[in-house]
């Protein structure tokens, strides 16, 4: 098993510019996930899925949009990206719910200038 | 609403020291906790999930408790190793289980 892959590892935004952050696991998991991570402040959700087709928003959902179309894909769009969107980025994933067992991936370090 | 902290932020011990690690938690009806270990510019690796109704969970020289009335975990690193080494965080889910409330982390740094 792969487990939870994620790519890019890196990306350089300009401000305005929109981009896709993929995430993807083989674990035949419904639940999945994505956090940002900034110092200080730990990690917070985005937003979640607890399968394919059903979405919903986390605690910093505002300037991300996410689509669940199957299971083991869960990418999430910057529509027009903000400085304040620099982080790190982590999708996770668990058989059951927020719950269960989370299953990080590596992580996308992005910055936007 | 649970929240959780981690105090220290940051430890430094010798090796082959015996250490713990503390994680406070607001809500006693926790449903459970997990332990991560990070990395510097890694992921988050998964340690030890302790369920509420357990109150030990044990892997290799790492021991996780739970004490719920206390609002307290700890996670016992035996004989600790420079390759112990990371940021350790806690976590337990939220009061609707959406998602995971994490505690901001302590830094392990094991000298040789």
């Known amino acids: 098993n792969a487990g939870v892959t994620q790519t890019p590892k890196f990306q350089v935004l300009k401000t305005g510019q929109s981009m896709t952050l993929q995430c993807a696991q083989d674990?035949?998991?419904?639940?999945m996930s994505w956090y940002r991570q900034d110092p200080g402040m730990g990690l917070r959700l985005i937003h979640y899925?607890?399968?394919?087709?059903?979405?919903d928003q986390g605690e910093v959902p505002n300037g991300y949009n996410v689509s669940r179309s199957t299971t083991e894909d869960f990418p999430l769009r910057l529509l027009s990206a903000a400085p304040s969107q620099t982080s790190v980025y982590f999708c996770?994933?668990?058989?059951?719910?927020?719950?269960?067992?989370?299953?990080f991936g590596p992580g996308t370090r992005l910055t936007v200038t | 609403k649970q929240e959780v902290t981690q105090i220290p932020a940051a430890l430094s011990v010798p090796e082959g020291e015996n250490l713990v690690l503390n994680c406070s938690f607001t809500d006693s009806a926790i449903y459970n906790l997990q332990w991560f270990r990070q990395d510097p510019g890694k992921g988050l690796t998964s340690l030890l999930l302790?369920?509420?109704?357990?109150r030990e969970q044990t892997s290799g020289r790492l021991n996780a408790s739970l004490d719920k009335s206390s609002g307290r975990s700890t996670l016992y690193i035996a004989a600790s190793q420079p390759g112990d080494s990371a940021t350790y965080l806690c976590a337990a889910p939220n009061t609707g289980f959406q998602k995971l409330v994490f505690g901001t982390g302590t830094r392990l740094l094991v000298s040789p």
């Open positions: 302790i369920q509420s109704s357990q």
């Open positions: 899925s607890v399968g394919a087709g059903i979405t």
């Open positions: 996770a994933s668990s058989y059951g719910g927020g719950a269960d067992e989370q299953y």
């Open positions: 674990m035949n998991h419904e639940y």
